[in-house]
């Protein structure tokens, strides 16, 4: 793998690397601190930047500076031999990389890039390693859907949304009947089974970046429907009732009898005082939802 190293010095001069070492770089001189900036500028894949203290036109330190806002490079500050000890107050308190002396043999001004690049590269990893995690907690493992802390934040913008410019907004919130007994005689695997097929169901029922489905607890899901009124949730409730009853489970292949229960609530502009706090919004669909359960399951309640 070749690491893109970009050199700024207004000298153009620079140590030469042994061969075994040259052929692990691209090397890219530029002679002032513009034209430096211009290329950071132009490419992502910078793995580290040698920088002269004197640039011409602006200072080494003055040039990381800017650096820092443009690309993800490991700074390096190419110093004088006899003017090392500023550079080197200057680095320990910016954090940076490495201070290399004008001397610097090749063979070792090779290694320092290499040290660099690895850098780099352990850097990219902790990113890649960030964002996966952050992933995983927006996202329930299982089914796909978000996750309940990704909704609560969501929730609550679109309802300030709603209100503020008069939009309906409603919220469905559903229970698959007598899963904790399937698990109970079955075992998890196959609840898992059928919370990741009634998610899939679900997720074909409604609006594509416009509604948005969540595990709510261990057999809930909550689905969110902006700009829908009660009396439209609760057709797209009905829809998923039906297709969830008619369509059953699938088992090891095998299609089950499968049923769930929803609740729906929601706020309407007519009546901006009721349900204008998330916190009520959800009450209200868990009470529907526990009457609806009550009532023997796979039923569809909105409580407007």
């Not at 059928?194 to 057999?219: P, V």
């Amino acid at each position: 793998m070749r690491h893109q190293i970009l050199i700024v010095n207004s000298q153009l001069q620079r140590a030469e690397l042994p061969a075994e070492y040259a052929i692990k770089f691209d090397l890219v001189t530029a002679a002032d601190g513009k034209e430096g900036l211009a290329r950071l500028a132009l490419s992502s894949n910078w793995a580290a930047v040698l920088v002269a203290t004197e640039l011409g036109d602006m200072t080494g330190q003055a040039f990381l500076s800017q650096a820092v806002t443009l690309s993800q490079a490991v700074p390096l500050l190419l110093a004088p031999d006899d003017q090392l000890l500023a550079p080197l107050q200057w680095a320990n308190r910016r954090s940076l990389f490495r201070v290399v002396p004008e001397s610097t043999p090749g063979d070792v001004l090779a290694r320092i890039f290499l040290d660099a690049a690895h850098q780099y590269s352990l850097i990219h990893q902790e990113e890649d390693l960030w964002e996966r995690m952050s992933k995983l907690s927006l996202v329930d493992p299982l089914t796909g859907c978000y996750s309940r802390l990704t909704l609560e934040d969501y929730l609550r913008k679109e309802l300030k949304r709603s209100i503020r410019y008069g939009h309906h907004l409603s919220v469905i919130l559903s229970d698959i009947d007598g899963l904790k007994g399937v698990n109970e005689s079955f075992g998890h695997r196959i609840g898992d089974q059928i919370l990741t097929g009634f998610a899939n169901i679900t997720m074909q029922n409604i609006r594509r970046d416009i509604d948005t489905i969540t595990r709510w607890g261990e057999d809930e899901f909550l689905i969110v429907l902006p700009e829908t009124s009660i009396r439209g949730a609760g057709q797209v409730a009905g829809r998923l009732q039906e297709q969830i009853s008619h369509k059953g489970c699938f088992l090891d292949g095998h299609q089950v009898s499968c049923t769930a229960s929803f609740g729906v609530a929601g706020f309407a502009p007519d009546h901006s005082s009721r349900n204008s706090q998330v916190e009520d919004l959800l009450l209200i669909a868990s009470r529907c939802l526990m009457q609806a359960k009550s009532a023997g399951g796979n039923q569809v309640l909105c409580c407007p």
